[in-house]
């Protein structure tokens, strides 16, 4: 059987059969639409967006802007996330409040939520976060508003610097994978209208030091997950 698997593989020419699995698990490392932008916008029933072509939320700060008109009877839902059980982020309505979650890879789970529920008419959500910086995976602060105004704040310990998730995908309106929270049950979908959901980037340069660290780091989880 080995033969007959190399004698095809020479025939239809697509010999030397790559087999670097520790190359392959860096999403950078291969031609991407979004590589090198900084602003992103999604809509509803844009779902199962691999981490290779979402925007890279890690060691960085960002917004998330979710536009969004609630009906009379009240709404609740995903707007965008990324990930799930495993490790993630989302940002969502649970009956009918603000919510925003950062799933660290299981070990905790931060969340910044509003306290009153949407009124009935149009809403501008917005989550901020700004990254404390100096290396990977630090934490920050996160800042929830609603229509320009405060409304909670909290912490976010430590992030991931080096994966979100090896199989789960980026979602907009609904949670097609595992939930980034015990909250809630997939899928989630939102009930009100969502018009559109808009990520800003923040990068900083990383450091040479970082870089390497960065590089090392997904080497290792690709041994790791192998």
């Not at 010999?15 to 900084?38: C, H, K, Q």
Request: charged fraction near 25%; include cysteine.
């Amino acid at each position: 059987m080995s033969e007959v698997s190399w004698s095809e593989a020479a025939k239809y020419n697509v010999l030397p059969i790559e087999n670097s699995r520790i190359d392959r698990f860096d999403v950078t490392n291969r031609p991407s639409l979004t590589a090198g932008r900084d602003e992103f916008t999604y809509y509803p029933g844009l779902v199962r967006i691999p981490e290779g072509a979402a925007p890279d939320m890690k060691n960085k700060s960002y917004q998330i802007k979710a536009e969004v008109v609630i009906p009379k009877s009240g709404a609740e839902g995903m707007l965008l996330t990324h990930g799930g059980r495993f490790a993630g982020y989302g940002l969502y309505l649970l009956k009918g409040k603000p919510v925003f979650t950062y799933n660290l890879a299981g070990v905790a789970r931060y969340s910044v939520a509003g306290k009153e529920t949407l009124k009935p008419g149009k809403h501008t959500i917005l989550f901020d976060f700004k990254y404390d910086g100096g290396g990977l995976g630090k934490g920050g602060m996160g800042t929830l508003q609603v229509d320009g105004r405060t409304v909670a704040t909290g912490r976010i310990e430590r992030t991931l610097a080096f994966r979100l998730s090896l199989d789960e995908t980026l979602d907009c309106g609904e949670d097609t994978g595992t939930p980034v929270s015990e909250d809630y049950r997939a899928p989630f979908k939102f009930t009100g209208e969502l018009k559109k959901v808009t990520v800003y980037l923040k990068p900083a340069p990383l450091t040479a030091q970082d870089q390497r660290k960065l590089n090392d780091g997904i080497a290792a989880a690709a041994v790791a997950a192998h």
